[in-house]
Protein backbone atom coordinates (compact mmCIF):
# COMPACT_ATOMS: atom_id res chain seq x y z
CA UNK A 1 0.00 0.00 0.00
CA UNK A 2 1.22 3.49 -0.68
CA UNK A 3 0.74 5.86 2.34
CA UNK A 4 0.96 9.64 1.64
CA UNK A 5 1.34 11.15 4.98
CA UNK A 6 0.50 14.86 5.99
CA UNK A 7 2.89 17.16 8.00
CA UNK A 8 1.25 16.48 11.58
CA UNK A 9 1.75 12.97 11.26
CA UNK A 10 5.19 13.20 10.17
CA UNK A 11 6.02 15.35 12.71
CA UNK A 12 4.50 13.10 15.14
CA UNK A 13 5.98 9.91 14.53
CA UNK A 14 9.65 11.24 14.46
CA UNK A 15 8.65 12.99 18.34
CA UNK A 16 6.94 9.32 18.88
CA UNK A 17 3.64 11.67 20.19
CA UNK A 18 0.72 9.62 21.80
CA UNK A 19 -1.50 11.71 18.93
CA UNK A 20 -1.23 8.86 16.98
CA UNK A 21 -3.00 5.24 17.02
CA UNK A 22 -0.71 2.10 17.17
CA UNK A 23 -2.26 1.05 13.70
CA UNK A 24 -0.88 3.94 12.28
CA UNK A 25 2.43 3.70 13.88
CA UNK A 26 2.46 -0.14 12.59
CA UNK A 27 1.80 0.99 8.93
CA UNK A 28 4.44 3.67 9.12
CA UNK A 29 7.03 1.41 10.47
CA UNK A 30 6.16 -2.10 8.20
CA UNK A 31 8.14 -2.34 5.10
CA UNK A 32 5.26 -4.04 3.26
CA UNK A 33 3.97 -0.07 2.75
CA UNK A 34 5.74 2.50 0.86
CA UNK A 35 5.48 5.67 2.77
CA UNK A 36 5.69 9.01 0.74
CA UNK A 37 6.21 12.78 2.58
CA UNK A 38 4.81 15.51 -0.02
CA UNK A 39 7.63 18.30 -0.28
CA UNK A 40 5.12 21.02 0.57
CA UNK A 41 5.14 19.23 3.88
CA UNK A 42 9.23 20.50 4.27
CA UNK A 43 8.11 23.70 3.21
CA UNK A 44 5.89 23.85 5.29
CA UNK A 45 7.52 22.81 8.24
CA UNK A 46 10.68 24.93 7.27
CA UNK A 47 7.82 28.04 6.98
CA UNK A 48 6.86 26.94 10.60
CA UNK A 49 10.70 26.58 12.07
CA UNK A 50 11.51 30.19 10.98
CA UNK A 51 8.04 31.71 12.36
CA UNK A 52 9.20 30.43 15.48
CA UNK A 53 6.47 27.77 15.75
CA UNK A 54 8.02 24.98 15.29
CA UNK A 55 10.77 23.33 17.46
CA UNK A 56 12.48 20.01 15.27
CA UNK A 57 14.98 18.30 17.26
CA UNK A 58 17.35 18.09 14.08
CA UNK A 59 17.36 20.32 10.55
CA UNK A 60 14.19 19.15 8.84
CA UNK A 61 17.11 17.84 5.65
CA UNK A 62 18.48 15.55 8.72
CA UNK A 63 15.21 14.50 9.75
CA UNK A 64 13.59 13.58 5.81
CA UNK A 65 16.80 11.68 5.03
CA UNK A 66 17.15 10.15 8.28
CA UNK A 67 13.20 9.04 7.77
CA UNK A 68 13.85 7.77 4.07
CA UNK A 69 17.16 5.44 5.01
CA UNK A 70 15.16 4.18 7.66
CA UNK A 71 13.06 2.97 5.35
Known amino acids: MKLLIDTHVF ?6 STQLSNKVKDLYRSREHEVYLSIA ?3 EMQIKVQLGK ?3 AMPI ?4 SK ?3 EK
Not at 11 to 16: A, K, R, S, T, Y
Not at 61 to 64: D, F, I, P, R
Open 41 to 43: SAW
Open 61 to 64: ETLV
Open 54 to 56: LDL
Open 67 to 69: NIQ
Open 11 to 16: IWLNEE
